[in-house]
């Protein structure tokens, strides 16, 4: 186990507050000669360093020692004044040391119990009274020397972590700590966490040569191991030309790079009128963290460059973004980037503990298939109790009208697209006029166009075989829209029970591919497990 000495610890000191649990365990330099042999005191701090060499022994009768928290499983943690107020809660196998202090007293051990002190910034205080009344329980019980079995009983009951483990089996929040402590916390956690790392010596995936641990990365959340060589190299590139959606793990087997079985969803019934609607799902394809690409050593450059292209994937994929009307600029609006900002905490743009818990989850227990003859039914049900008509999305008001392109700073309304012209004109929205470029073009896409089944995104094949890549990253048949698997993709090709077979290279000069076939389940793809 890895000890955490007085400058890990700092690093909860965040407003520049002073640590006074730390300064006490500073080493002090004490002469042994100094004990006194014939006091009972002074015998049992001349043996337990043997067996404790951090502690430190402060005086004749005084000493502190550090007891480092690390334990089997991770604890749930949250950070803000209440449960409501937690917005992200992070599981951490490694918190901060507490700190011991003893005093014996004069008459101890027979007649006096020692003088025990817990101090930490986080342990509840409930655990903390508990354990100091089980250090005196073991005392009057014997009434001896429990010195030993005092540090003893702490380490064992930080391997458990003082009982938040239990708690955490019958709440999401084990611990709740003041938020100014969030920082601090998950730094000394991913410390401790590296430095045990760094001292094992691991296969990279991708050039198959061991390597020291402080050579390697392990990728968040999925956990698999690569040189930082492999990985500055790949993602480089990636950024470099763009290819955002595959800054992600490079095992082709991780969990977060398949794809589970869909279920179609089935159609709810509001049961008011005051109901809304299910929130639509992430409309990119989540990566790497930026924060872990620094990690890795990407530079800062690239790393800008990737939030930025993250960024605009979010804004091109999403149909409520604004763009300027002006022809020569066509930049988004201002408060179509405000929004964009505002939900990558909660979208999905950055992997996290959840994609990967949801993923394998839903991996593990595919959802069951639904007939069409059930969908059929529940459709036919739903439009006889809601003949009515879909209502017309509301026209925004002529506060919400006004908007401001990003780029060149003209201020437009987003209604009829024309130069602001105050909130006490009545305007309407410019009605859509498609050319004939625009009908031919539409023409064109539902003939020959494959969608990619991930993001629905129109793919046109101008040349070659049938195996598509599509920007989210999706390898799919252009004749059926399949799912193919990324390490295998033409295994696809090769089924013989499949319309698809031996037509890997059908229509290879482009244009003029019609009569794709529907989505086909085949039992060999990996998606369809």
């Not at 994937?313 to 009307?325: F, G, Q």
């Amino acid at each position: 186990m890895v000890t955490a000495n007085l400058a890990l610890y700092k690093v909860l000191d965040l407003n520049q507050k002073k640590v006074a649990p730390m300064e006490a365990a500073q080493k002090i330099e004490f002469d042994p000669s100094e004990l006194d042999p014939d006091d009972e005191r002074s015998q049992e701090f001349s043996s337990v360093p043997y067996i404790f060499p951090e502690l430190n022994i402060l005086d004749a009768y005084s000493a502190s020692i550090l007891i480092n928290v690390s334990t089997d499983s991770p604890i749930p943690v949250g950070f803000g004044e209440s449960q409501e107020d937690v917005a992200e809660i992070h599981k951490l196998s490694h918190l901060p040391p507490i700190l011991l202090k003893i005093r014996l007293p004069d008459g101890y051990p027979t007649e006096k119990p020692p003088q025990m002190e817990l101090e930490s910034e986080w342990i509840p205080r409930d655990v903390k009274l508990k354990l100091e009344a089980e250090i005196y329980r073991r005392w009057r019980d014997t009434r001896d020397y429990v010195l030993y079995d005092t540090i003893d009983i702490l380490q064992q009951e930080a391997k458990q972590g003082f009982g938040l483990l239990d708690r955490a089996k019958e709440q999401d929040i084990a611990l709740l700590l003041q938020q100014d402590l969030e920082e601090g916390f998950i730094a000394f956690n991913k410390k401790i966490i590296k430095d045990i790392f760094n001292q094992g010596t691991y296969s990279c995936g991708v050039c198959l040569e061991p390597k020291k641990g402080f050579a390697c990365h392990s990728l968040y959340p999925c956990g698999h191991i690569f040189c930082t060589g492999c990985l500055q190299d790949f993602y480089t590139s990636c950024i470099t030309e763009g290819e955002v959606s595959s800054v992600k793990c490079l095992d082709v087997s991780c969990i977060l790079n398949k794809k589970p079985p869909k279920a179609p969803a089935p159609i709810v019934q509001a049961e008011d009128d005051d109901a809304t609607a299910a929130p639509p799902k992430a409309v990119i394809a989540p990566t790497l963290r930026p924060e872990e690409l620094e990690e890795i050593g990407i530079s800062d450059d690239l790393v800008t460059r990737y939030r930025l292209l993250k960024r605009k994937a979010a804004l091109e994929a999403d149909p409520a973004t604004i763009y300027c009307p002006r022809a020569w600029c066509k930049a988004p609006s201002r408060w179509s980037l405000a929004e964009v900002e505002k939900q990558i905490g909660t979208r999905d743009f950055y992997l996290t503990e959840k994609h990967y818990e949801d993923k394998k989850a839903a991996l593990l227990n595919p959802p069951p298939p639904v007939e069409s003859e059930e969908i059929k039914q529940v459709v036919e049900e739903n439009i006889s109790e809601n003949p009515e008509a879909p209502e017309v999305p509301e026209t925004p008001t002529k506060e919400e009208r006004l908007d401001c392109c990003s780029s060149c700073g003209y201020a437009f309304c987003n209604v009829c697209w024309r130069g602001w012209h105050g909130e006490f004109v009545h305007c309407r929205p410019v009605p859509l006029v498609l050319t004939e470029e625009d009908i031919a073009s539409m023409k064109y896409m539902e003939t020959f166009a494959a969608h990619c089944p991930t993001c629905d995104a129109p793919v046109v094949k101008s040349a070659g075989c049938n195996h598509m890549i599509c920007k989210c990253a999706t390898h799919f048949c252009f004749l059926c829209s399949s799912y193919l698997e990324p390490g295998n993709p033409y295994k696809h090709f090769n089924n013989e029970s499949l319309p698809c077979y031996m037509k890997l290279w059908e229509g290879e000069e482009g244009d003029g591919m019609g009569g794709r076939a529907p989505r086909i389940n085949d039992p060999n793809h990996i998606e369809d497990w």
